[in-house]
């Protein structure tokens, strides 16, 4: 079978075909954000992580663990925003092509559940969490900010 290969996996030609936003999304993944003077990119800090050597004593590794915890928080809730605004550019996308309000929007979780290695049903079920969090939690990383 062959595939529409993006950054974050292969999406079979059929249901990129189906899905031409999709399809277009999966080419947009490979595309990188340009980088911002002074701020690590998502690639240095997973290689930085990656070299974290695992404490000696086990009050460090407790102590890890509760950092490593923070930052699951932490990135999880980047992805919420992130994928909010890639909703909100899509329908933007959709909208200047033309496309009818009530179909706006199609394929969007599709795209998030593939970007997250996640089935279609949880890449929906995230995506709405994310909506509906984003307007109550404007800067869900607060707490885990330096001074907090």
Do not use: Y
Request: charged share 20%.
């Amino acid at each position: 079978m062959e595939a529409v290969q993006g950054r974050a996996g292969a999406m079979p030609t059929a249901q990129a075909a189906r899905n031409p936003t999709a399809s277009a999304a999966a080419t947009h993944l490979v595309s990188v954000a340009p980088p911002v003077p002074g701020v690590l990119s998502v690639a240095d800090i997973r290689a930085s992580l990656a070299a974290v050597p695992v404490c000696a004593d086990g009050p460090g590794m407790i102590d890890q663990l509760r950092d490593l915890e923070d930052l699951k928080s932490l990135v999880a809730a980047k992805q919420a925003r992130i994928a909010v605004a890639f909703d909100a550019e899509q329908r933007r996308e959709q909208a200047a092509a033309g496309i009818p309000a009530k179909e706006r929007g199609a394929g969007v979780a599709a795209q998030v559940a593939l970007a997250r290695r996640e089935s279609p049903a949880r890449g929906g079920r995230l995506l709405g969490l994310a909506k509906a969090s984003a307007p109550r939690c404007p800067t869900p990383w607060q707490p885990w900010s330096p001074g907090s």
